[in-house]
């Protein structure tokens, strides 16, 4: 038989010893990897697992007396040191969100290390181990044995899991990729463990969207067929309800034993309720489940909370939440370069929780059920106190007098959250040493930016470039927290509270993607676009209005996208292609019924803008003319794109001629200044041949 070996969706035949398309050294599985020791320490036990980013190891970590981890390996195929920097810091972004997560039952992150193997520069993700066996597992176990879920496990399944998920949406994280195989059943405690968060492989796709303009599909779908609901699929949409439809169909492929496709088909085609009919369970349940399941994203529970609320009020008894772990003083997650010949400084983290599930049984293989660890003896239990408290004051001298100072004076500062203050704050200054009126102002600001939704680190970055644009003087400097610095850390909170302001007309969707859109989002949204007959060209035209209008600052044209301001202009678009979709701001050019002209009448508020489509025939004569109290932008486009725009958002409010292509032409009427009435008339005219 012949073997196939896949690194990034590269097929390779099985003697090759490389990659023949990126020259990547093929492991086969099983090849022997145990012993090799990365960044000085952690060596590898065993291959867990190898997806479409790299592959996942078990270690032990030597520098925590051998205490078993794990490491998630990316092998980013980008060539350039500048390439591997922006690889680096997308990576860095999600291992900061990460790593601000503490619950006992999400995996707790550890580091993040950038280190040389096998002939090429990886990134490493480390996180803790645990024990015990995915929920996919545990089914396909219960399977062979002719049995499967029942309704009071799943019921328990949701009341230990949908906490999890309130603490992590409270938070502004979303799952993205939650199903059975991403769940554990912790073995001392049977407690669910959530884990393989989607956001590091949204990562892991930008990285490889922004070097193959044309990524294979399934590089950059984010969230498993069957289980992902169509917006995250489709759109790449992702909001709270997303993982709660997620969870939902989990819990019906758990009592059910049924795939997805299963579940929602009958005879090949979709049907949504086909589930029913494959569940025994009582009426309350199935409704919660059904509103979980709704196709649209507005009628499904909102939040996790509610989802609980539900559940309680159909008399399911909640099991009390494990509280989220406190966040001890910690060393901040660092890129730590394996070095040649000699180890680097000894740099710990503290302990955590876990990540990647063990290897699943080989087919056929029915696995013992899960056995409770045995508990220590006192006196073994006296003794480890006794350790654990030497291990944690010694560790907090060492982040006080060495990790920590030197880990700052290396990086730009990822802080975790407290009370009331912003968790990532580079320009920002510690509280303590500021007035009462100032941290009531970051307090101001934090309530703000939690209340619509923005991801912390984005908001920061884009005060940052803003404010450093307005003081190119400081060149960039991290203020203090003394007096002298004063006016400028006021200088930088008002710039924030104008930007809070300035950001509330985007969409809750869009707020919460700020950030994370990518170059290839632009390209999603101009197909999109396509589908109803709008080009790239006029999608932009409306988002410039848009954006432009609330950000009369920024200069048009130049690379926008590069900029943390590009992320709001991002944002404009998605709101705008939701309005064309919608109809709200589309319209088809009809003409009455033997004539040849017709006039349109509207009204456009500052920004707004309206796109018309009107079908034409090659040699036609076009008379179009734009009338209104103050000047609007104005744009005519042929059918195809690649045809030149006959007016390209000009404030040329007239255009004639004959035209050259037969189909649909767009045109698009933008306002940006006062809100204004307008008046726009279309003539047309068939060529007429005289002997």
């Known amino acids: 038989?012949?073997?196939?070996?896949?690194?990034?969706?590269?097929?390779?035949?099985?003697?090759?010893?490389?990659?023949?398309?990126?020259?990547?050294?093929?492991?086969?599985?099983?090849?022997?990897?145990?012993?090799?020791?990365?960044?000085?320490?952690?060596?590898?036990?065993?291959?867990?697992?190898?997806g479409g980013f790299g592959r996942t190891y078990l270690?032990?970590?030597?520098?925590?007396?051998?205490?078993?981890?794990?490491?998630?390996?990316?092998?980013?195929?980008?060539?350039?040191?500048?390439?591997?920097?922006?690889?680096?810091?997308?990576?860095?972004?999600?291992?900061?969100?990460?790593?601000?997560?503490?619950?006992?039952?999400?995996?707790?992150?550890?580091?993040?290390?950038r280190a040389e193997w096998q002939g090429r520069e990886r990134i490493f993700l480390v996180q803790d181990f645990v024990a015990g066996q995915t929920y996919a597992d545990l089914l396909q176990q219960r399977l062979q044995q002719g049995d499967r879920c029942s309704e009071a496990e799943v019921v328990t399944l949701l009341l230990q899991l949908l906490p999890v998920l309130d603490y992590i949406h409270a938070a502004g994280v979303i799952h993205r990729d939650i199903a059975p195989d991403n769940l554990i059943q912790r073995d001392d405690d049977g407690l669910p463990v959530l884990i393989d968060f989607g956001g590091v492989k949204q990562v892991a796709a930008q990285v490889v969207s922004a070097t193959n303009p044309l990524p294979p599909a399934n590089v950059t779908r984010l969230g498993k067929i069957g289980y992902a609901p169509a917006e995250q699929l489709e759109l790449g949409e992702v909001y709270p309800h997303s993982d709660l439809y997620a969870l939902a169909v989990t819990a019906l492929v758990?009592?059910?034993?049924?795939?997805?496709?299963?579940?929602?088909?009958?005879?090949?085609?979709?049907?949504?309720?086909?589930?029913?009919?494959?569940?025994?369970?009582?009426?309350?349940?199935?409704?919660?489940?059904a509103t979980m399941l709704e196709p649209y994203p507005d009628k499904r529970f909102q939040s996790a909370h509610a989802v609980m609320q539900a559940l309680s009020t159909a008399g399911y008894q909640s099991p009390q939440p494990a509280p989220p772990t406190a966040i001890p003083p910690a060393p901040i997650p660092v890129f730590a370069p394996q070095l040649k010949g000699s180890p680097p400084p000894g740099v710990t983290t503290d302990p955590a929780t876990i990540a990647i599930s063990p290897k699943r049984q080989p087919p056929g293989t029915i696995a013992p059920p899960p056995a409770k660890l045995a508990r220590p003896g006192r006196g073994r239990a006296i003794a480890q106190g006794v350790i654990l408290t030497g291990l944690v004051i010694g560790g907090w001298w060492a982040g006080v007098n060495w990790i920590g100072p030197a880990l700052k004076r290396q990086l730009p500062e990822i802080t975790k959250p407290s009370s009331g203050k912003p968790s990532v704050a580079p320009t920002q200054t510690p509280t303590a040493a500021v007035s009462s009126a100032e941290q009531a102002r970051q307090q101001q600001i934090?309530?703000?930016?939690?209340?619509?939704?923005?991801?912390?680190?984005?908001?920061?970055?884009?005060?940052?470039?803003?404010?450093?644009?307005?003081?190119?003087?400081?060149?960039?400097?991290?203020?203090g927290t003394g007096p002298e610095d004063a006016t400028f850390?006021?200088?930088?909170?008002?710039?924030?509270?104008?930007?809070?302001?300035?950001?509330?007309?985007?969409?809750?969707?869009a707020r919460s993607q700020l950030g994370q859109y990518t170059a290839a989002d632009v390209q999603t949204r101009q197909t999109a676009a396509s589908q109803i007959n709008l080009s790239g060209r006029s999608l932009n035209d409306l988002t410039d209005g848009a954006f432009f209008h609330r950000f009369p600052?920024?200069?048009?044209?130049?690379?926008?996208?590069?900029?943390?301001?590009?992320?709001?202009?991002?944002?404009?678009?998605?709101?705008?292609?939701?309005?064309?979709?919608?109809?709200?701001?589309?319209?088809?050019?009809?003409?009455?019924?033997?004539?040849?002209?017709?006039?349109?009448?509207?009204?456009?508020?500052?920004?707004?803008?309206?796109?018309?489509?009107?079908?034409?025939?090659?040699?036609?004569?076009?008379?179009?003319?734009?009338?209104?109290?103050?000047?609007?932008?104005?744009?005519?486009?042929?059918?195809?794109?690649?045809?030149p725009a006959l007016l390209a958002d000009s404030r040329d409010p007239t255009w004639n001629g004959k035209l050259t292509a037969s189909g649909l032409y767009e045109i698009i009427v933008v306002a940006d200044g006062k809100a204004v009435d307008y008046t726009l008339d279309l003539a047309i005219a068939d060529e007429v041949t005289s002997p």
């Open 59 to 113: 270690a032990e970590d030597t520098n925590r007396f051998h205490e078993p981890c794990v490491l998630k390996e990316f092998a980013p195929q980008v060539e350039g040191a500048q390439a591997l920097q922006k690889a680096e810091e997308l990576f860095a972004r999600e291992a900061g969100i990460l790593y601000q997560l503490q619950h006992p039952q999400i995996p707790k992150f550890r580091e993040l290390f």
């Open 489 to 509: 850390r006021q200088s930088w909170d008002q710039l924030a509270l104008q930007y809070l302001t300035r950001l509330e007309f985007l969409s809750a969707s």
């Open 1 to 50: 038989m012949t073997t196939l070996f896949f690194f990034f969706f590269h097929l390779n035949s099985a003697d090759s010893r490389f990659c023949r398309l990126c020259g990547e050294v093929l492991v086969a599985p099983g090849e022997a990897i145990a012993g090799q020791l990365l960044a000085w320490r952690y060596q590898i036990v065993s291959e867990l697992g190898q």
């Open 254 to 289: 758990l009592v059910t034993g049924q795939e997805p496709a299963e579940l929602f088909s009958h005879n090949g085609a979709v049907n949504r309720q086909q589930w029913r009919r494959s569940v025994n369970l009582s009426p309350a349940l199935v409704n919660i489940l």
């Open 553 to 643: 600052e920024v200069t048009r044209g130049g690379n926008l996208l590069d900029l943390e301001i590009g992320q709001v202009w991002q944002g404009t678009a998605a709101d705008q292609l939701k309005l064309l979709q919608s109809g709200k701001n589309l319209q088809k050019v009809e003409f009455p019924a033997g004539n040849f002209s017709d006039r349109l009448k509207g009204t456009l508020q500052p920004g707004e803008g309206k796109a018309y489509l009107a079908s034409f025939n090659t040699g036609q004569t076009l008379r179009l003319q734009l009338q209104s109290p103050q000047p609007l932008r104005l744009s005519l486009y042929p059918p195809s794109s690649a045809l």
């Open 446 to 479: 934090e309530s703000r930016r939690q209340q619509l939704g923005i991801e912390n680190a984005f908001f920061v970055r884009l005060v940052n470039e803003a404010f450093n644009a307005k003081h190119p003087e400081l060149q960039g400097r991290k203020l």
